[in-house]
């Protein structure tokens, strides 16, 4: 198989207390349900893989050691596998999980980037472009949204590791919220204001071209 080529070429960028990271490309699986089904797919789950858990709370996510679930809404989970190489092997899983408890698959791996904003002034720099309150103690790392930054519809969810907030971007906006990011982020360096360092948000948020 080709490796894929990265969304953002000029990634990964480091500063004082922050880096941004595309991460490897991973399987992503939409699961989509009847709302009585979600009790079966969670039983399924741990049936098949004892520890790995579904999020069935609004807003949460759940990190498990084969894949992450974001709860989407009352009928539908995101489903992020951990391993990049692993896109067969998460769907024969999620196909096993589904054929206990009924529900739709679908792939979605290719549709979306998914950035790591890591670092002490990592909410900071997110904050500028993004209404929700990510404070730690607010949105820490079992907290998930779908939300707009930069005008551009993503989905946030917390990471357990240096502080951080992953983003899932559509592929054809990556580049350009990932620069926006930077931008902000330089200015901040240079002792400039940060809200100076803001450009007009991308006209096209939800599914559009999107500025380069």
């Keep these: ?19 941004l990271v595309e991460r490897p490309h991973t399987p992503k699986y939409v699961v989509a349900c009847a709302g009585a089904a ?22 949460t996510v759940v990190h498990g050691q084969r894949c992450t679930t974001l709860w989407l809404r009352p009928d539908r989970w995101l489903v992020i596998g951990a391993d990049p190489e692993g896109r067969s092997t998460l769907e024969d899983w999620l196909r096993r999980v589904l054929a206990r408890s009924g ?12 950035l790591d904003v890591l670092g002490a002034r990592a909410r900071q720099v997110l904050a500028r472009y993004c209404a929700l309150d990510l404070d730690p103690r607010v949105f820490g790392y079992t907290s998930a949204a ?67």
Aim: with cysteine.
């Design 146 to 212: 779908r939300t707009l930054v930069a005008g551009i519809e993503c989905v946030l969810y917390g990471r357990p590791v240096d502080d951080g907030v992953a983003l899932l971007v559509p592929r054809s906006c990556a580049l350009y919220l990932w620069r926006r990011l930077r931008d902000v982020a330089v200015r901040s360096d240079d002792g400039g204001d940060c809200m100076a360092a803001i450009l007009p948000e991308a006209p096209a948020a939800r599914g559009g071209p999107c500025p380069t």
């Design 1 to 19: 198989m080709l490796a894929r080529a990265a969304a953002i070429p000029d990634a990964p960028f480091a500063g004082p207390g922050l880096a």
């Design 103 to 114: 529900g739709v698959l679908v792939d979605v791996s290719d549709g979306e980037v998914e």
């Design 38 to 59: 979600a009790r079966a797919i969670a039983a399924s789950m741990a049936a098949e893989t004892p520890g790995q858990l579904l999020a069935c709370s609004p807003g």
